[in-house]
């Protein structure tokens, strides 16, 4: 065991200037979600060059999956790894060789060392088939930043054929420093949900109020009172969140105008939460708005579940993670209220979601996510394919 340990080690130094090289060529292009054309294209032509089995693309726009099967005799199971592969609509402030070749577009959460990463993990396993019995799936996603790029896939099927028995993925963490790999048991990210309600009043003149239904007023009413639902009807045990984030009325300082429109995301772990927030947020809504005289249209779009983690699984990639970086440089993730598509795939089979850390103070790689001038330390990567390729043999061989 303690051999195997430092065999995977040298191959991942020896593998990961490619790895590197890879995350940087993703890294200056970058493709929105469910146009990651030729990011998919790469993915597929590495695995191809690998060897990888069964190489299917153009799931959900541009996902791929290929299959690894181990030829050890022992347990058929099937274990899905998944990397993102989408960037975002920002424009990188970082001027490394590596920057963004395209205006407006960055890799500004990490995706790029996650789809490197996977095909590092590809490469590592392809070099194993011998150390494990049952097969790993490897999936490559598009839209996790909000298209649900996991969804589209999983209804296209990838989670059957062969049927998948476990599901493992991970996140670069800007929020700790690398060496670090968290994760937690149970709900680890929320459910996100989001609403849009247009309050119709009657506009008129500022001078005037009396002749007119003022949205804004009625808007802000509704605001105030939004705030009550975790305040006074929410188990104060139970973590929520209600947002207005976008109140958007008039132009003229003299003019009432006739709609205001309201947009606010909704966070929960708890199911019944989730339907609590939804449904008290229409009711009070429209209920105050009828008080005021105005009418609404009112519109609820379910976002990502929460990412619940399998317990057992949890502990496995725990206790892999503390080989990997030693027990003192694991803790326990806290509870976020973010949300991650990852939760599709823990909806239907066990598995875990982790945290790898690449936050780097001396090099001056400290921006969190999403932000313009975001950037990993390349070396996660190491933790990350280590802890991926060892999770991945002991769930097989156990
Ligand atoms: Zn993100
Ligand atoms: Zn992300």
Not at 97 to 110: F, L
Not at 306 to 311: G, R
Request: proline content about 5%.
């Amino acid at each position: 065991m303690v051999l195997a340990a430092s065999d995977l080690r040298r191959d991942i130094e020896e593998i990961l200037p490619g790895v590197v090289a890879d995350r940087r060529h993703f890294h200056q292009h970058p493709e929105l979600g469910f146009q990651e054309f030729e990011t998919s294209k790469l993915v597929a032509q590495r695995l191809q060059s690998l060897g990888v089995e069964d190489i299917r693309t153009g799931i959900a726009v541009t996902g791929v999956t290929g299959l690894i099967r181990g030829t050890k005799s022992g347990s058929g199971k099937v274990v899905l790894l998944r990397a993102d592969m989408d960037a975002l609509p920002i424009h990188e402030q970082n001027d490394v060789d590596y920057t963004s070749t395209i205006a407006g577009k960055m890799h500004a959460c990490g995706h790029d060392a996650h789809t490197a990463g996977l095909l590092g993990v590809a490469r590592l396993l392809m070099d194993r088939q011998d150390q494990f019995s049952g097969t790993v799936k490897l999936l490559f996603q598009p839209a996790e930043e909000g298209g649900g790029g996991a969804l589209v896939m999983i209804n296209e099927g990838v989670l059957e054929d062969p049927k998948v028995d476990a599901a493992f993925g991970l996140h670069v963490d800007q929020g700790s420093p690398l060496g670090v790999i968290s994760l937690r048991p149970g709900p680890a990210l929320a459910a996100a949900d989001r609403f849009t309600a247009v309050i119709r009043g009657k506009g008129g003149h500022g001078a005037h109020p009396h002749e007119t239904i003022d949205p804004i007023v009625v808007g802000s009413h509704v605001v105030v009172a939004l705030q009550t639902i975790v305040s006074r009807e929410v188990d104060p045990t139970e973590p929520a969140v209600v947002t207005v984030g976008a109140l958007i009325s008039g132009e003229a300082p003299n003019v009432i105008p006739n709609t205001a429109e309201l947009r606010g995301t909704l966070r929960s772990f708890n199911p019944d939460v989730r339907v609590q927030l939804a449904t008290r947020v229409e009711e009070i809504t429209k209920g105050v708005a009828e008080a005021l005289r105005a009418e609404v249209d009112f519109s609820y779009v379910k976002g990502y579940p929460a990412t619940v983690n399998d317990p057992e699984m949890t502990a496995l990639v725990r206790e892999v993670a503390e080989e990997v970086v030693g027990a003192e440089n694991v803790f326990e993730a806290p509870r976020q209220m973010g949300a991650e598509d990852f939760s599709y795939f823990l909806e239907r089979v066990p598995g875990a979601f982790f945290f790898v850390g690449s936050q780097n103070q001396e090099r001056g790689l400290v921006w969190g996510h999403h932000h313009p001038r975001f950037d990993l330390d390349e070396d996660m990567m190491i933790f990350g394919m280590e802890t991926m390729v060892k999770t991945v043999l002991r769930y097989l061989n156990d």
